[in-house]
């Protein structure tokens, strides 16, 4: 079974531009979740999308958003990148429901690497 | 909100010892649940242990155990007989019960563990 692939495995922008990152999610998971893991600061939520909508969204600006596609697959998009931007975005996958399994129903991707300079 | 509370950023053991990482969480939820997730250097997350906030009888997986103390909010990780493969972040998550849906995550900022030949 393919895990959750997140793609690209890095990324390097200028500050102002866009970023766009791809997470495609577990077969039969509905759910995806956004992370951003930077230096010091742990896993700090994003964003989760179940069945193509947001489900709800951490502290952070507006120009993160990001969607889901019917075929569950998700992006996370930012806009105006600053240099604290720079983190690792870590996306997860988890089924409807509360399902039980050796990981819970959560699966995590290897993540983005997203600089800033 | 909910927040979540390592307050040991880094930790050390003698490989074959025994190790305990700590983490506190606040909430006003009464049903939730708690997890412990490790995070090599290859990134991925990868689900140690998991508690239910219902269940008073504390978790245990092999050599990973949990000391769960819901009036105190504290849900302490315990490594016996650590081997040099446990060196990773580990970090503490709680998830309020969303009822049908998994719902995101709450991470704390992780506690670097270290084992020594």
């Known amino acids: 079974e393919a895990g959750v692939t997140q793609s690209p495995t890095h990324l390097i922008k200028t500050r102002g531009q866009q970023a766009t990152l791809r997470c495609s999610p577990i077969?039969?998971?509905?759910?995806v979740y956004w992370y951003q893991q930077a230096l010091g600061l742990g896993l700090q939520f994003l964003l989760w999308?179940?069945?193509?909508?947001?489900?709800n969204r951490g502290n952070f600006p507006p120009r993160f958003s990001g969607r889901q596609f019917p075929n569950y697959s998700s992006e996370l998009n930012v806009n105006a990148l600053e240099l604290e931007d720079s983190a690792l975005y870590l996306c997860?996958?988890?089924?409807?429901?509360?399902?039980?399994?050796?990981?819970?129903?959560?699966?995590f991707g290897s993540g983005t690497r997203l600089t800033v300079v | 909100a909910q927040t979540v509370t390592q307050s040991q950023p880094e930790m050390s053991v003698q490989e074959a010892e025994t190790v305990t990482l700590s983490c506190t969480y606040d909430?006003?939820?009464?049903?939730?649940?708690l997890f412990w997730y490790k995070q090599p250097p290859s990134r991925q997350m990868i689900l140690v242990i998991r508690q239910e906030a219902y269940k008073q009888q504390n978790a245990t997986e092999n050599r990973f155990s949990v000391n769960f103390q819901k009036a105190a909010k504290s849900f302490s990780l315990k490594i016996s007989d650590s081997q040099l493969g446990d060196a990773a972040m580990y970090f503490c998550?709680?998830?309020?019960?969303?009822?049908?849906?998994?719902?995101?995550?709450?991470f704390g900022k992780g506690t670097k563990l270290s084992v020594k030949p």
């Open positions: 999308y179940d069945e193509g909508e947001e489900r």
């Open positions: 998550a709680y998830r309020r019960n969303y009822g049908g849906s998994q719902g995101n995550l709450i």
């Open positions: 997860a996958s988890s089924p409807w429901g509360t399902a039980h399994g050796s990981n819970y129903g959560y699966t």
């Open positions: 077969s039969g998971h509905t759910s």
């Open positions: 909430t006003s939820e009464s049903d939730y649940y």
